[in-house]
């Protein structure tokens, strides 16, 4: 692998480029070669990621008795069994 230094990009294009590096969770190098070579037309472009809403109702939906509930229940889950650490 070579290392290439990019002289005369603008500030605006490497804030452009952060940003959707942050938004694809992804370094920028990945993202500055994955766009190189999608201009080569050596590799098809990653599909952007699909968003799912189908459990968008759940989220912060529980009250504070559902809640109370659940911490009960998995309480157990707390709980450390030394033998199996030792």
Known sequence: M???SLRGLEPEVLA???AYALK???SVNSIVLRLINKGLGRQASKPARKRHHDLDALAGSWSQADAVDFQ???RAFD???PSIWK
């Open 2 to 4: 070579s290392n290439l």
């Open 16 to 18: 452009e480029l952060k």
């Open 24 to 26: 694809e969770n992804a």
């Open 72 to 74: 009960q229940a998995t």
């Open 79 to 81: 709980e450390i069994d």
